[in-house]
Every structure is written in C-alpha cells, then in structure tokens.
C-alpha cells in the first residue's frame, strides 16, 4: 500500500538533486557556486539536512567573506585569494541565499543559494465534531 509511491519519491530526489550553477557574470573565469542548490526534506516544516559547498572565483586577488544574506552572518573569509571553497552543513526548514562580499570595496561580487523542496506537503483536514 505505502511501498507504491516509494520509486516516485527515488524519481524525485534524483531529479532534484542534479546540480546547477548560479553564474556571476558572462565572463566564465568567475563564478560563484552553491552545490547542491536544492535539498528536500520528506515533510514540509521539517529541517533538511545537506552539506554545501560554496566555490568561488574572481578574477582580481582581493579580501572576500561569505556570508549568510538573511542575517547578514559572516560565515568565512579569505585575504589576499580569488579563490575558495567552504564546505557547510545545512540544517534548516527555509530557503538560504549566500552572499561574497568584497571586503575593500564593501560590493556584493556574487548571490546563490540553496532552495528547501518537500516531498508531502501538511495537508491537514478539519475536523468538526457534531453530536446530531
């Protein structure tokens, strides 16, 4: 009964989890990725759980933080690179965008993310008791 949608859901999250990139600019020797990009959790309201990479490249050596563009959380830094890579464990219920800063020129270089998807759904029924 409950086993007959179990290759549907496989068929989900393999189509989920193909990897996309989100581009800084049409130059292709810079990039700013987040990968995956998508995470999905079996019921909607629960926390999902991933480990992200971040990778990104400039062309200019610069000082460069990630950061975290909700509560503006500086999550890593680099001096003197126009590379990185930070590897970062997911754990939530929403969407989260990130953010490379320049930090001499205070610029935003770069935005990606990572979206939060759900297999079901809460659908919950009203109950309404009646006595007649």
């Given amino acids: 009964m409950y086993f007959r949608n179990i290759p549907y859901l496989y ?30 959790a079996l019921r909607e309201g629960r926390p999902c759980y991933a480990v992200v990479s971040v990778n ?5 050596i610069g000082n460069y933080c990630l950061r975290n563009s909700k509560n503006k959380k500086i999550m890593q830094c680099w001096t003197s690179q126009n590379t990185g890579i ?16 320049n930090t001499q020129t205070g610029t935003v ?9 759900w297999v079901y759904t809460n659908k919950q029924k009203k109950r309404r008791w009646r006595l007649f």
């Fill in 109 to 117: 270089s770069g935005q990606a993310g990572i979206k939060v998807h």
């Fill in 86 to 101: 930070y590897q970062y464990e997911f754990n939530s219920e929403k969407n989260q965008l990130f953010e490379l800063i």
């Fill in 56 to 60: 990104w490249k400039k062309i200019n």
């Fill in 11 to 40: 068929l989900l999250v393999v189509l989920l989890s193909f990897e996309t990139a989100a581009d800084v600019s049409s130059d292709s020797s810079e990039h700013f990725i987040v990968t995956p990009n998508k995470c999905v």
